[in-house]
């Protein structure tokens, strides 16, 4: 179960680097995690992101962290308006710095650094806004079986 690996401290570490981020920028993280990925890792991590509303943001900047714990499985997808704009290696960038994190067993220390690193193209390309800029997602961590 998902809910043995991330701890309530995990949880708490977390959900602080998503706020931090999301300070900066107008965009939009969630963290997903569920024990087991049918299928391909990306169409899973796609899956969700419906599932989440996440397209549904206003600028369509919403990021999905995806970990499937038992089958080693990791994504980081971005919605179109992040990904028109950010670098060609910036997820390969962050899937590389998240899974170094995993394969020491250190789950919430590597997503915390994945979403600031995410936080800081997001920063740069949608800034935060004091006027009218809302949290459109909940910074919760889902949680699936």
């Known amino acids: 179960m998902p809910k043995d690996t991330i701890t309530p ?6 959900m602080a ?3 931090d981020a999301e300070q900066r920028t107008s ?4 963290v997903h995690v569920e024990s087991n990925c049918a299928g391909d ?4 991590a796609t899956e ?14 919403g990021v999905l962290f995806y970990v499937a714990i038992e089958d080693h499985q990791f994504a980081v997808l971005g919605d179109a ?15 590389a710095e998240v899974i170094r994190h995993f394969k020491q067993k250190k789950y919430a220390d590597g997503l915390a650094k ?16 004091p006027k009218g800029d809302t949290n459109e997602l909940s910074d919760d961590i889902s949680f699936g079986d």
Request: no cysteine.
């Open 41 to 44: 890792v990306l169409d899973r």
């Open 27 to 30: 965009g939009e993280i969630r």
């Open 81 to 95: 308006g992040i990904n028109a704009i950010v670098p060609d290696h910036f997820w390969e960038d962050i899937t």
């Open 114 to 129: 994945g979403i600031r690193m995410a936080g800081e193209q997001l920063k740069a390309h949608f800034p935060y806004s």
């Open 9 to 14: 401290d995990d949880e708490q570490k977390i």
């Open 17 to 19: 680097a998503i706020a």
């Open 48 to 61: 969700v992101f419906a599932d989440l509303h996440m397209h549904q943001t206003e600028l369509r900047n």
